[in-house]
Each structure stands twice: as structure tokens, then as C-alpha cells.
């Protein structure tokens, strides 16, 4: 299905993407963050949180050594109430997923993940890599939502195709 190389690709690029938000919006104030923009998420900083918080639970998933977010999908649009408190979180946690994908191997990558989803209420059992997919489809689904609150509110939003992203940060 995929490879680790896969994986580093789409760390990168969602590490460029990220960056690329930060920098289109840090002159948005706080109220035009928060506003309810009509997404599923409501707003351009509750759709950020949400990104935030699921990546930081999928890498609990996929590697022990990241700690599982707090609370649930509801609350996830809270975890930071400032974009520079966001992009703080955001920097860290990209770099880990970052030097995870560095790490993965091929051999774990074809193996089968487990986990309790609080989603479904029971537990699930899916092919690692089909998950890792998902992560990072995930990101990118929730990216294009703030995207286009970007573009509805009359700002620049940065350029989002895989086929752009600089050879080297």
C-alpha cells in the first residue's frame, strides 16, 4: 500500500503546510480566528485544534512513546486557545512525527494497528499503514476546510498542492 518513504513525504508536507498557516495567519485577530465560519469544526482555529489534537492521538496509536491528548472530538476544537500557542504545539508536534516517519520501517509499517476507539466505543483492528493514510489524509481534508474559511474571510490562504512543496525546507 504505501512505504516509509510515503510517510516522510507526508510529514514534510504537512510540517510546509502548517508552517505556511502559521505565517498566513498571524495577523488575523483573535475574534476573526475564532469566528464560526459555518465548518464542521466551526472556525479557522477550533478546525487547526482539531487537526492538532487527532494527529497527537493517531501518533499515540501508532508509537507509545507519544502521550494521548486530552479529551475527546467535542473538546478537540479547544486544546489551544491562541494561534501562537497552536503553532507552538503544532511546531513540536511535527517535528516528532517528523522523526517517526524517519524511524519507520517497512516491516512495521505492513503490520496490523489496535486501539479503542472512543469514536466507535469498542475496539478496532486496521492495517497500520492504511491508518497512517488516513492521518494523513485526515490533515489535509481539515486543511482544505481552513482553507476555504481563509478565502471566504478575504485572506491569502497559501498554496496547498503536494506538487509545490519546496525540494528542501
Given amino acids: 500500500m504505501i512505504d516509509p ?3 516522510r513525504v507526508m510529514a514534510r508536507y504537512n510540517a510546509w503546510q502548517n508552517r505556511q498557516l502559521t505565517e498566513a495567519l498571524k495577523t488575523v485577530p483573535l475574534a476573526g480566528l475564532k469566528a464560526d465560519r459555518g465548518a464542521f469544526f466551526g472556525s479557522i482555529l477550533g478546525t ?3 487537526v492538532l489534537w487527532a494527529d ?3 501518533m499515540s496509536r501508532f508509537d507509545p512513546a507519544f502521550d494521548k491528548p486530552v479529551g475527546g472530538i467535542k473538546d ?3 486544546l489551544c486557545p491562541t494561534l501562537g500557542m497552536w503553532d507552538a504545539e503544532r511546531f513540536a508536534l511535527d517535528g516528532r512525527i517528523s522523526a517517526w516517519a524517519d524511524g519507520l520501517s517497512a516491516i512495521r509499517l505492513a503490520g ?3 486501539w479503542y476507539s472512543g469514536a466507535k466505543g469498542r475496539e ?3 492495517p497500520l499503514a492504511l491508518c497512517v493514510v ?3 489524509n485526515h490533515q489535509t481534508h481539515h486543511r482544505g476546510q481552513v482553507h476555504a474559511m481563509m478565502t471566504q474571510a478575504g485572506l491569502n490562504a497559501p498554496v496547498s498542492d503536494l506538487a509545490f512543496m519546496p525540494d528542501k525546507d
Fill in 5 to 7: 518513504d510515503y510517510c
Fill in 134 to 136: 488516513h492521518m494523513f
Fill in 124 to 126: 478496532q483492528s486496521k
Fill in 76 to 78: 478537540s476544537v479547544n
Fill in 48 to 50: 487547526l485544534n482539531h
Fill in 112 to 114: 496490523d494497528l489496535s
Fill in 56 to 58: 497527537a492521538l493517531w
